[in-house]
Every structure is written in C-alpha cells, then in structure tokens.
Nanobody
Framework: QVQLVESGGGLVQAGGSLRLSCAAS????????MGWYRQAPGNQRELVAG???????YYEDSVKGRFTISRDNAKNTVSLQMNSLKPEDTAVYYC???????????????????WGQGTQVTVSS
C-alpha cells in the first residue's frame, strides 16, 4: 500500500504562482509514475502532468509552458510548479501514482493505483 500526502494549494490571483508537493510512503518500490490530476466542479477529472522515475514527462496541452512537474526519487516526492495561473485552473488537485512505465499511461484512470486526498487551488480573476 502507498500513501500520498499533498501540500500546497490555496488562493491566488490570476497571473500568480503556486507550488504543490506530494510525498509518497509505504510500498513505494511498486511505483514508477507519479503525477497530478485535477477536477473542477461539474467536470471530469483530468491528468494535468505526470512523470516517471526515469524522467519521462507528460503535460496536458492547456498547462504546457506554465506548469512544471519535477520529482525527487531519493525523497519519493513529486512537485508541480504552477505559474501564470488562470481562473480556469481552479480545481481540486490530486496527487496520483501508478506502475506505468510511461507518464501518459496515467491518462487512463485504471492505471492510477493510488490517489492523494486532494488540495484546493483557487485562482481569482
């Protein structure tokens, strides 16, 4: 079993920045891919970014150039630096982890083995 604990999030004005962090613990040897999903009210969950232990990275098109995902394999952490935030980025963000060898495999929710509890990000206009 793996536990994912998120930190960061909050309220920021449009154009501002936030950083989300997630720490994994437990049977982490089973994890290869980690990333972030988000869900806005009335919308389905969508993969924002993912990264594997080998550095393979995926970004959803709307966040390319604004968000940066990074991972510290030694500390079992993954972070999401979010710049130039827009009101449409407002959502609950979930840290996720899975065994997929490619980051984009996290696009398929069935490939997500573990979920964090979620953290709210609100961007005001």
């Amino acid at each position: 079993q793996v536990q994912l604990v998120e930190s960061g999030g909050g309220l920021v004005q449009a154009g501002g920045s936030l950083r989300l962090s997630c720490a994994a613990s437990g049977t982490i040897f089973s994890i290869n891919s980690m990333g972030w999903y988000r869900q806005a009210p009335g919308n389905q969950r969508e993969l924002v970014a993912g990264i594997t232990s080998g550095g393979n990275i995926y970004y959803e098109d709307s966040v390319k150039g604004r968000f940066t995902i990074s991972r510290d394999n030694a500390k079992n952490t993954v972070s999401l630096q979010m710049n130039s935030l827009k009101p449409e980025d407002t959502a609950v963000y979930y840290c996720v982890a899975g065994r997929g060898l490619l980051a984009l495999m996290l696009l398929i929710i069935a490939n997500v083995d573990y979920w964090g509890q979620g953290t709210q990000v609100t961007v005001s206009s």
